[in-house]
């Protein structure tokens, strides 16, 4: 059970991780799936829901209600399906599109405050073990 240390340091980093992007996203008036939405949409053609939840791992049932909460907000916007009538694709809004612009770099220089603690070695370093981790379930 040598790996036990190795999980919980996982979980708590990842949280530690969630914990300092959240409060920022919260800042912007979002929340974590809101933005991870927006900034998947950002500067990319409309994507139908399948594609949008593929690419953020959005589960479809909570899917359904933020992209109602964005439409709400008029961050996005439902474009008939030209290749399938029945379904719809996503696509931002002008104002979904400006709050991306501001946002997403925004976002980026706030995780740049934390992640700029550590010099390249250790990022590339921190990278290779991830991987290193990853495959083992693959």
């Given at each position: 059970?040598?790996?036990?240390?190795?999980?919980?340091?996982?979980?708590?980093?990842?949280?530690a991780?969630?914990?300092?992007?959240?409060?920022?996203?919260?800042?912007?008036?979002?929340?974590?799936?809101?933005?991870?939405?927006?900034?998947?949409?950002?500067?990319?053609?409309?994507?139908?829901?399948?594609?949008?939840?593929?690419?953020?791992?959005?589960?479809?049932?909570?899917?359904?209600?933020?992209?109602?909460?964005?439409?709400?907000?008029?961050?996005?916007?439902?474009?008939?399906?030209?290749?399938?009538?029945?379904?719809?694709?996503?696509?931002?809004?002008?104002?979904?599109d400006?709050?991306?612009?501001?946002?997403?770099?925004?976002?980026?220089?706030?995780?740049?405050?934390?992640f700029?603690?550590?010099?390249?070695?250790?990022?590339?370093?921190?990278?290779?073990?991830?991987?290193a981790?990853?495959?083992i379930?693959?």
């Open positions: 059970m040598n790996f036990m240390p190795l999980m919980k340091s996982l979980a708590s980093t990842y949280q991780f969630e914990s300092f992007s959240t409060r920022h996203i919260k800042e912007m008036g979002l929340t974590m799936t809101q933005f991870d939405i927006l900034a998947t949409l950002g500067n990319q053609p409309p994507m139908t829901c399948k594609e949008l939840g593929e690419k953020t791992l959005i589960l479809k049932g909570t899917m359904t209600g933020v992209l109602e909460r964005l439409e709400t907000k008029g961050l996005i916007e439902k474009i008939v399906n030209e290749e399938d009538g029945r379904s719809y694709k996503i696509s931002l809004t002008k104002s979904g400006t709050l991306f612009k501001k946002a997403f770099p925004e976002h980026l220089k706030y995780l740049g405050t934390a700029g603690k550590l010099s390249n070695k250790e990022i590339e370093e921190a990278i290779c073990s991830l991987k981790v990853k495959t379930f693959n």
